[in-house]
């Protein structure tokens, strides 16, 4: 198996285990510092192994971080435009 993605294996380890334990501030933390470590390995997996594998690796990561994408995804439409009332 590539380094990449043993590497990756023990990203997904490390989250679901910061996903079982209790936190004050719903785990926020604990997101940011998955994505900053993360990134990085996404990149070697991507080098190393491919674009699909590391498509793959990214959908992976998207379904653990889910909270974060929706938010971006929010951010990134912009408020609603409400119609106009008569």
């Known amino acids: 198996m590539a380094p990449s993605l043993i590497l990756a294996c023990i990203w997904a380890l490390g989250a679901n285990l910061l996903a079982m334990t209790s936190s004050r501030d719903h785990h926020w933390r604990a997101a940011y510092i998955l994505i900053a470590v993360g990134i990085p390995i996404?990149?070697?997996v991507t080098w190393q192994?491919?674009?699909w594998i590391g498509l793959l690796?990214?959908?992976a990561a998207m379904s653990v971080l889910r909270w974060p994408v929706v938010y971006l995804w929010r951010w990134l439409r912009g408020p609603r435009h409400e119609l106009a009332e008569d």
């Open 57 to 59: 690796c990214l959908v």
């Open 42 to 44: 996404l990149g070697y």
């Open 49 to 51: 192994t491919g674009p």
